[in-house]
Nanobody, 121 residues
């Protein structure tokens, strides 16, 4: 079993910055990919924000390129999302996810509980 716990959300003014953190714990030996999705409102589709693979390749939604940066601290099993130049349309619940392996098999994708980011003046 794998647990993901996010932190760092909150209220910020347009143009401001926030850093989200996600810590993974539990029984896994490696990670195929980790990243962030967001959901703007209940019933709306969850959309990809950013991902980073085991090899270090990153992928960003067009809407956040140049403003958000994803990184990871493997020693701490932590993935970070640095968000800058925030816009009201970035308001959403942000979910951390990870695709994990045990020593013998792929475990699958796990999700955090979500953290609210609100961009408003």
């Amino acid at each position: 079993q794998v647990q993901l716990v996010e932190s760092g959300g909150g209220l910020v003014q347009p143009g401001g910055s926030l850093r989200l953190s996600c810590v993974a714990s539990g029984s896994f030996s490696s990670i195929n990919a980790v990243g962030w999705y967001r959901q703007a409102a209940p019933g709306k589709q969850r959309e990809l924000v950013a991902t980073i693979t085991r090899s270090g390749d990153t992928n960003y939604a067009d809407s956040v390129k140049g403003r958000f940066t994803i990184s990871e601290d493997n020693a701490k099993n932590t993935v970070l999302l640095q968000m800058s130049s925030l816009k009201p349309e970035d308001t959403a619940v942000y979910y951390c996810y990870g695709d994990f392996n045990s020593l013998f098999r792929r475990l699958g994708v796990y999700w955090g509980q979500g953290t609210q980011v609100t961009v408003s003046s």
